[in-house]
């Protein structure tokens, strides 16, 4: 039971974390998310149809970097939850600093940085996520899955996809928030919720 509860608060913390990112990411690092792959190749498309450079970088940016954090990442830990999860945090200090260091308003160039940076770790957590048995960044499934279970009638993980999804709108929720009233604290957010996760995990692995 005690290693259930830890994978619960695991997963949310991490679907947060996400949902803060991604918003950030949308709203100030370029208008592209740091997870939502299928979005960034639509915009993608989209700036290719119109050459919209301006359109196009940090989607493409976003897309490359959150493929090579899940290449690395299961090249790297094969089957470690807490390596991914530590490196996962460099990243998002990284981001934590950058932000920090422009004033809280990157130019593109810098924004591109802290973009690429934010995927990449998305793409890391997808792997952790995996291996957690939960979804943190890829939710449409998710969506998809319970609402085919609720009206098939099916026992499935309804439950679990409320919640993830739930966690990932109050992450946005909470960064756009922060970003009106202390906009230096927004990519402090995920970082918090990582930690979260970081300590549920280590829990887990002390039961």
């Known amino acids: 039971m005690r290693a259930r509860t830890a994978d619960v608060v695991a997963s949310v913390a991490l679907a947060g974390a996400s949902g803060a990112v991604d918003l950030l990411a949308l709203a100030d690092l370029g208008g592209a998310f740091a997870s939502v792959v299928t979005g960034n190749l639509v915009n993608t498309g989209f700036g290719l149809g119109t050459a919209d450079l301006a359109r196009i970088l940090p989607s493409v940016t976003a897309v490359v970097a959150f493929a090579a954090g899940v290449i690395a990442w299961t090249v790297v830990w094969r089957r470690s939850l807490l390596g991914p999860l530590f490196a996962e945090l460099v ?79 109050l992450g946005a929720l909470a960064a756009a928030g922060l970003r ?28």
């Open 180 to 207: 009106g009233v202390l906009r230096w604290a927004v990519p402090v957010l995920p970082v918090v919720l990582l930690v979260i996760a970081i300590t549920a995990v280590l829990v887990r692995k002390r039961g």
């Open 91 to 169: 990243l998002l200090l990284g981001v934590l600093a950058g932000w920090l260091a422009t004033g809280t308003h990157p130019g593109r160039s810098v924004a591109l940085v802290l973009l690429a940076l934010a995927a990449l770790a998305m793409g890391g957590q997808s792997v952790a996520a995996l291996r957690l048995g939960a979804a943190t960044t890829y939710l449409t499934g998710a969506l998809t899955n319970a609402l085919h279970d609720l009206v098939s009638g099916k026992a499935g993980g309804r439950r679990a996809a409320a919640r993830q999804l739930l966690a990932l709108v």
